[in-house]
Antibody, heavy 122, light 107 residues
């Protein structure tokens, strides 16, 4: 049974870079896509982007210019970097697994990581 | 972007009630529609994928229907553990988008 465990800094100053990592335990890492999703009171649930073990990526166009998603297949981990954060980036960030790449069919997220609250304050 | 609109945004119901939540897409999304349940402080949990396929372990009182732009999640007999917020999500086009949620509260 796949489990996702995520970690990263929870308090950032404006203009800093958000950095989170998600580790995959108990299942295959290849053959799936691995997403980052965030949730805020103002914007609700927002898909950020995804990656697979071959480093193929897809992104939400609204965030693409600030987002990097990378993968470390030796550790079954993938990471998110979001540059130039502002108060609008305050959210709970989740990692999640999906069976196929975005917009290539039925994409659903299961399971999810436990979530990381990221706050941006000077 | 495809906008996903859920209604109602909240509802109050009693244990044993039949509950129906609607999700409308701003354009046709075929059957690329999923439902999630979220409880406070927890990550969303997949309930239904592809409009009507029940995720493993999800009770059969949950069901989904619809196609094109209009979709429904039904809980046939509400149980105490079902009080939560429910979200729909489309995967027809990038960016993948979610509905704003429907909070199911105890009457």
């Amino acid at each position: 049974q796949v489990q996702l465990q995520q970690w990263g800094a929870g308090l950032l100053k404006p203009s800093e870079t958000l950095s989170l990592t998600c580790a995959v335990y108990g299942g295959s890492f290849s053959g799936y896509f691995w997403s980052w999703i965030r949730q805020s009171p103002g914007k609700g649930l927002e898909w950020i982007g995804e990656i697979n073990h071959r480093e193929s990526t897809n992104f939400n166009p609204s965030l693409k210019s600030r987002v990097t998603i990378s993968v470390d297949t030796s550790k079954n981990q993938f990471s998110l970097k979001l540059t130039s954060v502002t108060a609008a980036d305050r959210a709970v960030y989740y990692c999640a697994k999906s069976p196929v790449p975005a917009a290539r069919g039925l994409v659903y997220f299961d399971p999810w990581g436990q979530g990381t609250l990221v706050t941006v304050s000077s | 972007d495809i906008q996903m609109t859920q209604s109602p945004s909240s509802l109050s119901a009693s244990v044993g009630d039949r509950v129906t939540i609607t999700c409308r897409a701003s354009q046709s999304i075929s059957r690329y529609l999923n439902w999630y349940q979220q409880k406070p402080g927890k990550a969303p949990k997949l309930l239904i994928y592809g409009v009507s396929s029940l995720q493993s372990g999800v009770p059969s009182r949950f069901s989904g229907s619809g196609s094109g732009t209009d979709f429904t999640l039904t809980i046939s007999s509400l149980q105490p553990e079902d009080f939560a917020t429910y979200y729909c999500q489309q995967s027809y086009l990038i960016p993948l988008t979610f509905g704003g949620g429907t909070e199911v509260a105890i009457k």
